[in-house]
């Protein structure tokens, strides 16, 4: 066996020293990193389209709720006045006042007189027989009838209120009330048994022909007692407005 010499075998030994490819390393840096960049904008891209694409539903999100609006509260109703459940009214001009008796003592407002006449007339006509008791009254005259009787009877207020005004608070002051009674049956005046009578009946069927009125019908919100022989006269544009409250008062607790 041939032994190489020592330093033929050095020589054979030793590696070669290879130097670095300095391009590759660049091209694959950049290779690396773009892959990085290209990962990166693809786990943004969906979060962003979403966005882009909803937008809506994010504004609601953000967007605070609008409040409710507060309740428009009308003015409140005026009050109507009235005392002890009587309306108030003003006393009418002698010089528009009519006689409908022929002793001329029961007078009543030009146009309600005559419609009464006209309205006794043809009662009469039918064999009933309306008596006038009572029309225009004075302040002085339900002074009496209001504080006087009460006196006499021993009633309070509101007692003699149910059955008579106080003055300035009466119809009769106007000249179109009139209490009517059966000349048949006087027993029955001023008296709620009047409704039984013949009179009262024709009254109920026929007044309104010539624009009469019952004023205080049984449960009426005046409060006032049930008067089947007072009637009021609402024919001319003044009469119905002077009894406008009271109509009021009484259609508006009818609803």
């Known amino acids: 066996m041939h032994e190489i010499p020592e330093a033929l075998r050095e020589a054979s030994t030793t590696q070669p020293t290879l130097k670095p490819k300095t391009g590759l390393l660049m091209i694959g ?19 962003a389209e979403t966005a882009q694409t909803n937008p809506v539903s994010a504004t609601a999100v953000t967007t605070p709720p609008k409040p409710t609006p507060e309740p428009v509260l009308g003015p409140a109703p005026e009050p109507i006045e009235n005392l002890l459940g009587h309306l108030p009214y003003q006393e009418a001009p002698v010089s528009q006042l009519k006689p409908i008796t022929n002793n001329g003592q029961i007078k009543l407002r030009l146009g309600a007189a005559e419609q009464f ?31 006087e009787i009460k006196r006499q009877r021993n009633q309070n207020a ?9 003055p300035h608070y009466s119809e009769h002051h106007t000249g ?7 000349g048949r049956t ?54 119905l407005e002077t009894f406008y409250k009271a109509k009021q008062l009484l259609e508006t607790s009818s609803n």
Request: charge should be positive; glycine fraction near 8%; hydrophobic fraction near 40%.
């Open 29 to 47: 840096g950049l290779g690396m990193g773009l892959m990085v960049v290209m990962g990166v904008w693809f786990l943004v891209r969906p979060s």
């Open 117 to 147: 006449l006209a309205m006794q007339k043809a009662a009469r006509s039918q064999g009933i027989i309306l008596v006038p008791i009572s029309g225009f009254r004075t302040l002085k005259q339900q002074n009496y009838l209001f504080f």
């Open 158 to 166: 509101s007692t003699r209120a149910e059955v008579s005004a106080p």
């Open 176 to 182: 179109y009330a009139v209490d009517i009674g059966d």
């Open 186 to 239: 006087p027993a029955t005046n001023l008296s709620q048994s009047f409704e039984k009578t013949a009179a009262f009946r024709w009254l109920k069927n026929n007044a309104a022909k010539y624009s009469f009125e019952l004023s205080f019908p049984p449960n009426n919100p005046q409060g006032i007692s049930y008067e089947p022989w007072h009637w009021r006269y609402v024919g001319d544009q003044e009469s």
